[in-house]
């Protein structure tokens, strides 16, 4: 599928006067690609007609080779729908965004599936919520919601059955004092509302038959023993499936021959949501994508709108941030690696010793922020508060310097001294789902995900945010690509960041303002597009903000790194026992949160 | 365990205190099932992470007799509804329900659970599992934080301690019916609004009165 020749590539960057720059692009492909000049916009705005040529020429020439982000903006005024990418170098510098427009009657663009096989269910996505249809997709299937859905959700003239008005606040929200209950407006006193032309009597529903067609089966030509090729089924509900998350594995015996994850049991509509949503009110809903990070997520969020913005954030409030940033990330490798041994069949005394250690680093969120998960702290410019005095009967501060110095790191020796060498562990792990590092960039796997597999890649140090470029740190990589190294690799960062702490405790000024300006609820912000990204615990966490100068996000996704990291799930699986999907998806570490929305 | 069943009108001699407790037959039934209530292993979204915090060491929901999580709804006394129910799950947490023997309970665990939470707008969300299946406890909070999950246990608690095996459901002439299974189609479909969906095909929506539905 991959069609890159990763020499030529190398050329390029070694010789500067051979570089391609993309004022040549613009003049090679005349008339098919043009400079984005939208007030606020930057990137460039390609034809579908030679969308191919030119995805081709910014990853083979160019050196964009790591597909980021993909997504649709539905500009109604302007009659077309865009589809937004955007991407990057995976040896580091700044990233491109390209957008192709389509008309919204007959949206047809052509697939980027074979050029970057990340694309596929981010290209899913955008035509499940859009009806954008990716010409020469291989399975341009709804992934969020299920076969058979009325409507494009994400299109602005979509209206849901709970629909009031366009944005928030809404006028109903407290009608004389009295609470109002948006079931009483419904025929059915429920959340759903039907085409006017339904007739149920005369409707069957969608069966999953074409999707148990679609798995690829054993042969059985050539073989001795004549076998019989069955599915299963794993999940929704299944203990090993992290939430909701469900595999549909097709099976000669106990060896997987295909697998397709079905997603979408959690799609709680954060984007639509999102954009009725003031930009403020969207603060406490990025808590609750990846649950297990929620400062990381805030971060992000953060970053792109004061991006907008243009605000500055305080000295105190930048380290402040990275600390948080770097206690969510031991806190979720903690959870993950606990939870990896449960799926080893370590049944819950891994993951008891991880929770522990994870609760000593919420008990400081829920005494500075008030909460244990779901922190909503960092704001535009800012923090919402500073640290307590006293926390547990003891001094904030030198609760955290303890926390950071001593106890956080004895947790994390003590779980590498009780699994890293561990029989089981090993036998398990290493050599199982082993994934190439030329895959981990095509399919644009990020986090411990990519680097497990050799590459280098953190956005703390390719696309340094905040104050990361203070501190001294190394980016842990490791070469094999399999669970095994996924593992270690989390256990490495764990130490890094640790690190991290230690040096914010040490260098954090004891005094001084944690938020720029006067704290407000409602503020426009100015119109334009922003494209925010932190390194969160599993991967590259990306907001893609458009403004148009009013109160709320005309536009507000989020590029999930756990949603595109099982991109490559299927490959990852195919040719191991089924015991080892249940482990691979394990390493990879997901949050159906983040992945479904 | 004395103090906590025996019955303080009949008298038991002073020798026999430390062996015999007399109490009756709902007393004892009830001690046994409240304190080994088995919750089915079944996380839907944040609140999931809180159950699983309630059940390791620090919180030790084994204090209470319910550490004993089964993967299987046939072995489950509980099922503790911990996220937000979208439409697309509804059917098989249905389906789960009714898998489960009686007697069985139901707990909304937060804000979503209960009615919709943060996310009750949403063209995929359903608004508090109570639409579906009957819920004995809910729990505030958003993700309820472990003691408060605890709290709402022990309200479960009190609740079976007030039931009689004289009138118990379970006990009853009658089996306990199924609930009809939510269907995926151009959105969700509840089977027992059929007639009313059938009823509205090809109108505008009129207003009736939904009490009667429900």
Known sequence: MVEKNGTEKEQDFNNPDNEVTSDHIIERFNGDISADTRDGYQGYIVSPDRFHEVAKVFRDELGYDYLSSVTGVDYIDDDHIEVVYHADKIVGGEGINFKVQVNRENPVVPTLVPIYPGADFQEREVFDMYGVHFEGHPNLRRILMWDGFDGYPLRKDWKEAYYEEDVKPFDTRWPGGQVKRSEADSPYGKNVSYPPDFDIDNWSPETDDSLYESLQKTDPKGKSLQTDSIVVNIGPQHPSTHGVFRMVVALDGETITDLQPVMGYLHRNHEKIGERNTFLQNMPYTDRLDYLASMGNNFGYALAVEKLMGVEVPERAQYIRVLMAELTRIANHMWAIGFLLNDLGAFQTPALYAIRARELILDVFEATAGSRMMCNYMRFGGLARDFPSQMRGEDTIKFIDDLVNNRLPQAIDELDHFLTENEIVRSRCIGVGVLSAEKAIAYSTAGPLLRASGVSYDLRRVDSYGIYDRFDFQIPTRSNGDVYDRYLIRVDEMRESAKICQQVMRDIPSEGEIFTGKPQYNFRVPAGESYGRVENPKGELGYYVVSNGKANPYRYHVRAPSFVNLTVLGELCKGHKVADAVVILGSIDIVLGEVDR | ?214
């Open chain 2, 1 to 214: 365990m004395n103090d906590e069943l025996s019955n303080p009108d009949i008298p038991v001699p002073d020798e026999l205190q430390s062996t015999v407790t007399i109490t009756s037959l709902d007393k004892i039934y009830n001690w046994g099932r409240r304190s080994s209530i088995w919750p089915m292993v079944f996380g839907l979204a944040c609140c999931a992470i809180e159950m699983i915090c309630t059940a390791a060491s620090r919180f030790d929901i084994a204090r209470f007799g319910m550490e004993v999580f089964r993967a299987t709804p046939r072995q489950a006394d509980l099922m503790i509804v911990s996220g937000t129910v979208t439409k697309k799950m509804v059917p098989q947490i249905v389906r789960l329900f009714n898998q489960m023997p009686e007697p069985k309970y139901v707990m909304a665990m937060g804000a979503c659970a209960s009615g919709g939470g943060p996310f009750k707008e949403g063209y995929n969300v359903v608004s508090g599992i109570d639409k579906f299946v009957p819920v004995d406890v809910y729990v505030p909070g958003c993700p309820p934080t472990p003691q408060a999950l605890l709290h709402g246990l022990m309200k479960l608690q009190e609740k079976i301690d007030g039931q009689s095996l004289k009138s118990v459901r379970w006990y009853g002439q009658e089996a306990s019916e199924a609930v009809p299974v939510p269907v995926l189609g151009p959105d969700l479909l509840d089977p027992r609004q059929h007639a009313l969906l059938a009823q509205q095909a090809g109108q505008m929506p009129v207003n009736v009165d939904i009490e009667k539905d429900l």
